[in-house]
């Protein structure tokens, strides 16, 4: 199943995100709050304060995670234009990850085919490839593969970010860079609509293709810039 993602009309105008952002963030704040307030309690069990401290640290990384999409959100424009070299890129975003996908028994498997350029501001491309892998490792919740590729075909670089994981449905797909889409029990759902909003800056496209219970690969195409 392959569904062409070039569409971004789903996405809210940046004013509109930045008015969402203080509900987004003041909910788990507020929970926060609240277990915090309930920790004075002097006849608390061991086992409910941990609780209660597990519960209110879980907030604030859903709050902490929450900032960090809608900030590169807010500034969709690539403001730091450089050339990027790829197989540099990919690997740094490799490193990054290889912790997590580690923790969760993903192997990670590097394959670059190809020497390619492409302009874009590099923490961008980083925040893209992260959030990917980030997603493809948390669908595979056994374990697995998950193959990050690079090549250049017809003159554009493609990179491939591939998983053996859950896979998603047509429906899933579709609904996929939609604020708020999310179906894990801590997900902000704001995951791909920052790939989206990346790949969109870059002038390139995204391809998905998916099988439920097989696994899913993102294909995205960018233009060549040459290197300096
Ligand atoms: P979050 O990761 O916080 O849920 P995202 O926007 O990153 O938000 O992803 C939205 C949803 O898309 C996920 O909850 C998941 O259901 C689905 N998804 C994204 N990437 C994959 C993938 N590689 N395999 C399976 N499902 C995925
Ligand atoms: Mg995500």
Same mark, same amino acid.
């Given at each position: ?11 809210? #105008? ?6 969402s952002?203080?509900?987004?963030? +003041?909910? &788990?704040? #507020?929970? =926060?709050? !609240?277990?915090?307030?309930?920790? +004075?309690? &002097?006849d ?5 304060? /941990? ?13 902490? /995670? =929450? ?7 807010? +500034? &969709? /424009? ?6 990027? *070299? ?14 997590? @996908? ?30 990917? #892998? ?9 374990? $697995? ?6 090549q250049?075909?017809? $003159? ?6 591939? *998983?053996? !994981?859950?896979?998603? #449905?047509?429906?899933?797909?579709? +609904?996929?860079?939609t &604020?708020?889409?999310? =179906? ?6 704001? $995951? ?8 969109? @800056?870059?002038?390139?496209?995204i ?7 097989? $696994? ?6 960018l ?6």
């Amino acid at each position: 199943i392959a569904a062409e993602i070039g569409k971004l009309e789903k996405l809210k #105008t940046v004013s509109d995100m930045a008015a969402s952002i203080s509900h987004e963030v +003041r909910n &788990p704040l #507020t929970v =926060t709050r !609240g277990f915090l307030q309930l920790l +004075r309690d &002097p006849d608390l069990t061991e086992k409910e304060k /941990s609780n209660y401290i597990d519960i209110a640290v879980g907030e604030l990384d859903k709050a902490e /995670s =929450t900032i960090s999409d809608y900030l590169t959100f807010a +500034r &969709p /424009s690539l403001e730091n234009i450089k050339v990027l *070299d790829l197989k540099k890129e990919l690997t740094y975003a490799v490193k990054v990850v290889e912790p997590f @996908a580690a923790m969760n028994n993903v192997c990670i498997e590097l394959q670059l085919h190809a020497d390619v350029s492409v302009a874009g501001e590099s923490q961008k491309l980083h925040q893209c490839l992260i959030n990917l #892998t980030k997603n493809a490792i948390e669908a595979m919740p056994d374990g $697995g593969k998950l193959v990050i590729a690079l090549q250049k075909v017809n $003159g554009k670089a493609v990179i491939i970010v591939a *998983d053996t !994981g859950v896979g998603l #449905t047509d429906e899933q797909i579709e +609904r996929l860079g939609t &604020p708020y889409y999310t =179906t894990k029990e801590k997900g902000t759902g704001l $995951g791909t609509m920052v790939i989206f909003s990346i790949v969109k @800056a870059m002038r390139g496209e995204i391809e998905v293709d998916s099988e439920v219970g097989k $696994g899913t690969r993102f294909t995205i195409l960018l233009p060549v810039a040459e290197a300096i």
